[in-house]
Protein backbone atom coordinates (compact mmCIF):
# COMPACT_ATOMS: atom_id res chain seq x y z
CA UNK A 1 0.00 0.00 0.00
CA UNK A 2 1.41 3.40 -1.21
CA UNK A 3 0.30 6.57 0.36
CA UNK A 4 -2.08 9.10 -1.72
CA UNK A 5 0.59 12.19 -1.40
CA UNK A 6 -2.18 14.64 -3.47
CA UNK A 7 -4.99 14.37 -0.98
CA UNK A 8 -2.31 14.63 1.87
CA UNK A 9 -0.58 17.48 -0.02
CA UNK A 10 -3.77 19.18 0.01
CA UNK A 11 -5.38 18.52 3.14
CA UNK A 12 -2.46 18.96 4.98
CA UNK A 13 -2.00 22.90 3.68
CA UNK A 14 -5.98 23.20 4.14
CA UNK A 15 -5.33 22.13 8.00
CA UNK A 16 -2.27 24.39 8.34
CA UNK A 17 -4.02 27.11 6.80
CA UNK A 18 -6.59 26.65 8.69
CA UNK A 19 -4.72 26.59 12.30
CA UNK A 20 -3.16 29.82 11.25
CA UNK A 21 -5.76 31.70 11.07
CA UNK A 22 -7.98 30.18 13.90
CA UNK A 23 -4.92 30.54 15.92
CA UNK A 24 -4.86 34.24 15.43
CA UNK A 25 -8.80 34.34 16.11
CA UNK A 26 -7.79 32.98 19.45
CA UNK A 27 -5.13 35.69 19.81
CA UNK A 28 -7.77 38.65 18.53
CA UNK A 29 -10.60 37.34 21.02
CA UNK A 30 -8.11 38.29 23.85
CA UNK A 31 -7.27 41.17 22.74
CA UNK A 32 -11.16 42.25 22.25
CA UNK A 33 -11.83 40.69 25.42
CA UNK A 34 -8.96 43.38 27.69
CA UNK A 35 -10.53 45.99 25.57
CA UNK A 36 -13.66 45.31 26.87
CA UNK A 37 -12.44 45.61 30.17
CA UNK A 38 -10.34 48.90 29.10
CA UNK A 39 -7.33 47.15 29.93
CA UNK A 40 -4.27 46.74 27.77
CA UNK A 41 -3.36 43.31 29.60
CA UNK A 42 -4.96 40.67 31.62
CA UNK A 43 -3.88 39.19 34.96
CA UNK A 44 -3.79 35.39 34.37
CA UNK A 45 -5.22 33.19 36.65
CA UNK A 46 -4.22 31.47 39.74
CA UNK A 47 -2.40 28.17 38.61
CA UNK A 48 -1.95 26.61 41.77
CA UNK A 49 0.78 24.38 40.36
CA UNK A 50 3.24 27.12 39.02
CA UNK A 51 2.18 29.56 41.54
CA UNK A 52 2.11 27.34 45.06
CA UNK A 53 3.98 24.26 44.24
CA UNK A 54 6.99 25.58 41.94
CA UNK A 55 6.61 29.16 43.05
CA UNK A 56 7.24 30.68 39.67
CA UNK A 57 7.03 33.81 40.44
CA UNK A 58 10.27 34.12 42.01
CA UNK A 59 11.36 33.12 38.41
CA UNK A 60 13.41 36.26 36.71
CA UNK A 61 11.79 36.86 32.86
CA UNK A 62 15.22 36.27 30.84
CA UNK A 63 14.96 32.60 32.89
CA UNK A 64 11.50 32.10 31.73
CA UNK A 65 11.93 32.83 28.26
CA UNK A 66 14.86 30.37 27.94
CA UNK A 67 12.62 27.95 29.19
CA UNK A 68 9.74 28.70 27.02
CA UNK A 69 12.17 28.38 24.47
CA UNK A 70 12.77 24.42 25.22
CA UNK A 71 9.81 23.65 25.03
CA UNK A 72 9.89 24.27 21.32
CA UNK A 73 13.40 22.37 21.24
CA UNK A 74 11.58 19.70 22.90
CA UNK A 75 8.96 19.66 20.64
CA UNK A 76 10.61 20.37 17.49
CA UNK A 77 13.17 18.14 18.12
CA UNK A 78 10.89 14.74 18.80
CA UNK A 79 8.73 15.36 15.46
CA UNK A 80 11.97 15.81 13.04
CA UNK A 81 13.66 12.62 14.83
CA UNK A 82 10.72 10.47 14.16
CA UNK A 83 10.20 12.60 10.94
CA UNK A 84 13.68 11.11 10.36
CA UNK A 85 13.21 7.42 11.96
CA UNK A 86 10.06 6.76 9.63
CA UNK A 87 12.28 7.95 6.48
CA UNK A 88 14.88 5.79 7.25
CA UNK A 89 13.34 2.52 8.54
CA UNK A 90 9.60 2.42 8.53
CA UNK A 91 7.70 4.53 5.08
CA UNK A 92 4.87 3.01 5.60
CA UNK A 93 2.04 4.92 4.71
CA UNK A 94 -0.28 4.56 7.48
CA UNK A 95 1.85 6.50 10.03
CA UNK A 96 1.87 10.10 7.53
CA UNK A 97 -1.62 9.60 6.84
CA UNK A 98 -2.43 8.83 10.52
CA UNK A 99 -0.99 12.29 11.84
CA UNK A 100 -2.85 14.14 9.00
CA UNK A 101 -6.25 12.33 10.42
CA UNK A 102 -5.46 13.25 14.01
CA UNK A 103 -4.64 16.56 12.68
CA UNK A 104 -8.01 17.38 11.30
CA UNK A 105 -9.74 16.25 14.09
CA UNK A 106 -8.08 18.21 17.16
CA UNK A 107 -7.34 21.63 14.94
CA UNK A 108 -10.88 22.81 14.64
CA UNK A 109 -12.18 21.15 17.99
CA UNK A 110 -9.23 22.81 20.04
CA UNK A 111 -9.72 26.25 18.57
CA UNK A 112 -13.55 26.05 18.36
CA UNK A 113 -13.18 25.16 22.30
CA UNK A 114 -11.19 28.42 22.50
CA UNK A 115 -12.80 30.73 21.46
CA UNK A 116 -15.90 29.85 22.73
CA UNK A 117 -14.56 30.72 26.13
CA UNK A 118 -12.01 33.86 26.72
CA UNK A 119 -9.51 32.93 29.43
CA UNK A 120 -6.37 35.79 30.17
CA UNK A 121 -3.07 33.93 28.84
CA UNK A 122 -0.88 31.75 31.55
CA UNK A 123 1.20 34.40 30.46
CA UNK A 124 1.32 38.01 31.79
CA UNK A 125 1.12 40.80 29.07
CA UNK A 126 1.18 38.05 26.34
CA UNK A 127 -0.44 40.79 24.06
CA UNK A 128 2.73 42.64 24.32
CA UNK A 129 5.14 40.38 24.76
CA UNK A 130 3.51 38.32 21.77
CA UNK A 131 3.53 41.43 19.78
CA UNK A 132 -0.25 40.39 18.93
CA UNK A 133 -1.59 43.99 16.53
CA UNK A 134 -4.54 45.64 18.32
CA UNK A 135 -5.16 47.53 15.02
CA UNK A 136 -9.07 47.76 13.46
CA UNK A 137 -7.16 46.28 10.43
CA UNK A 138 -8.00 42.60 11.06
CA UNK A 139 -6.07 41.10 7.94
CA UNK A 140 -3.65 40.10 9.69
CA UNK A 141 -5.50 37.03 11.07
CA UNK A 142 -5.37 35.46 7.63
CA UNK A 143 -1.60 35.75 6.67
CA UNK A 144 0.27 36.64 10.10
CA UNK A 145 1.93 33.52 11.16
CA UNK A 146 1.41 32.91 14.90
CA UNK A 147 4.67 32.58 16.51
CA UNK A 148 3.40 32.70 19.82
CA UNK A 149 -0.69 33.07 20.37
CA UNK A 150 -2.19 34.56 23.29
CA UNK A 151 -5.17 33.34 24.59
CA UNK A 152 -4.28 29.44 24.76
CA UNK A 153 -7.12 28.41 26.83
CA UNK A 154 -7.80 24.07 28.21
CA UNK A 155 -5.15 22.94 25.30
CA UNK A 156 -1.67 23.05 24.56
CA UNK A 157 -0.81 22.46 20.90
CA UNK A 158 3.07 21.57 21.56
CA UNK A 159 2.15 18.89 24.00
CA UNK A 160 -0.76 18.00 21.67
CA UNK A 161 2.40 17.58 19.02
CA UNK A 162 4.23 15.99 21.36
CA UNK A 163 2.01 13.24 22.14
CA UNK A 164 0.88 12.81 18.70
CA UNK A 165 4.72 11.46 17.57
CA UNK A 166 5.39 9.81 20.52
CA UNK A 167 2.46 7.34 19.48
CA UNK A 168 3.38 7.32 15.90
CA UNK A 169 6.95 6.65 17.14
CA UNK A 170 6.72 3.84 19.56
CA UNK A 171 3.72 2.12 16.77
CA UNK A 172 6.68 2.10 14.11
CA UNK A 173 8.50 -0.52 15.78
CA UNK A 174 7.43 -3.88 14.74
CA UNK A 175 5.16 -5.68 17.64
CA UNK A 176 7.79 -8.72 17.36
CA UNK A 177 10.19 -6.51 19.10
CA UNK A 178 8.24 -5.80 22.02
CA UNK A 179 11.37 -4.55 24.17
CA UNK A 180 12.40 -1.80 21.34
CA UNK A 181 8.89 -0.94 20.99
CA UNK A 182 8.61 -0.58 24.84
CA UNK A 183 12.04 1.41 25.01
CA UNK A 184 10.76 3.71 22.40
CA UNK A 185 7.13 4.60 24.90
CA UNK A 186 9.35 5.05 27.63
CA UNK A 187 11.98 7.65 26.05
CA UNK A 188 8.33 9.53 24.62
CA UNK A 189 7.08 9.44 27.88
CA UNK A 190 9.87 10.87 29.31
CA UNK A 191 10.56 13.58 26.71
CA UNK A 192 6.90 14.62 27.25
CA UNK A 193 7.53 14.94 31.06
CA UNK A 194 11.16 17.16 30.67
CA UNK A 195 8.98 19.43 28.30
CA UNK A 196 5.98 19.68 30.98
CA UNK A 197 9.06 20.61 33.49
CA UNK A 198 9.59 23.34 30.91
CA UNK A 199 6.32 24.60 30.80
CA UNK A 200 4.91 24.64 33.98
CA UNK A 201 8.72 26.39 35.03
CA UNK A 202 7.84 29.07 32.50
CA UNK A 203 4.33 29.53 32.84
CA UNK A 204 4.02 28.74 29.67
CA UNK A 205 0.38 27.30 29.65
CA UNK A 206 -1.70 26.55 32.44
CA UNK A 207 -0.93 23.05 34.27
CA UNK A 208 -4.90 21.92 33.24
CA UNK A 209 -3.99 22.70 29.67
CA UNK A 210 -1.20 20.21 29.43
CA UNK A 211 -3.40 17.21 31.66
CA UNK A 212 -6.10 17.43 29.38
CA UNK A 213 -4.35 18.09 26.48
CA UNK A 214 -2.00 14.94 27.22
CA UNK A 215 -5.91 12.71 28.19
CA UNK A 216 -7.17 13.59 24.83
CA UNK A 217 -4.71 13.33 22.77
CA UNK A 218 -3.60 9.99 23.69
CA UNK A 219 -7.19 8.78 23.29
CA UNK A 220 -7.64 10.18 20.03
CA UNK A 221 -4.56 8.68 18.70
CA UNK A 222 -5.28 5.42 20.18
CA UNK A 223 -9.12 5.65 18.69
CA UNK A 224 -9.54 3.00 15.62
CA UNK A 225 -11.61 5.55 14.36
CA UNK A 226 -8.51 6.94 13.16
CA UNK A 227 -7.10 4.35 11.53
CA UNK A 228 -10.21 3.89 9.14
CA UNK A 229 -10.34 7.46 8.12
CA UNK A 230 -6.84 6.67 7.44
CA UNK A 231 -6.95 4.35 5.58
CA UNK A 232 -9.88 5.17 3.58
CA UNK A 233 -8.63 8.70 2.93
CA UNK A 234 -4.92 8.54 2.06
CA UNK A 235 -4.21 4.88 1.47
CA UNK A 236 -4.10 3.64 -2.11
CA UNK A 237 -6.34 0.46 -1.88
CA UNK A 238 -6.36 0.87 1.70
CA UNK A 239 -10.21 0.98 2.59
CA UNK A 240 -10.26 -0.93 5.91
CA UNK A 241 -11.99 -4.01 6.62
CA UNK A 242 -13.56 -5.25 10.03
CA UNK A 243 -12.10 -8.45 9.12
CA UNK A 244 -9.64 -10.73 6.79
CA UNK A 245 -12.26 -12.67 4.57
CA UNK A 246 -12.14 -16.05 5.13
CA UNK A 247 -13.38 -19.71 3.61
CA UNK A 248 -16.25 -21.23 5.24
CA UNK A 249 -17.46 -24.37 5.16
CA UNK A 250 -20.38 -25.46 3.87
CA UNK A 251 -22.73 -27.88 5.87
CA UNK A 252 -24.98 -30.60 3.91
Not at 100 to 125: H, K, Y
Not at 199 to 219: A, C, E, G
Amino acid sequence: MAIRWAPVLVIGTLVFYLNLVLTNLVSLRQVWYARELNRTSLEPLHDTLFVDWIKGYNIEQYVSLALRDMVDVCTYGWVLLTILAWWCCSRESIFPAKVISIQMVIVPCFAISQLMTVVPDSQPNCIEKYHIPTTSDLRWVFWRWPYRSCGNMLWSSDVAQLVIFTQIAAQMVSIHKPRLRWCVWVLGEFWIFVTMVFIFSSRYQYSMDVFITILVVKLLTTHPWIEHISMYCFVKNGKYYGRAPTNEMVTM
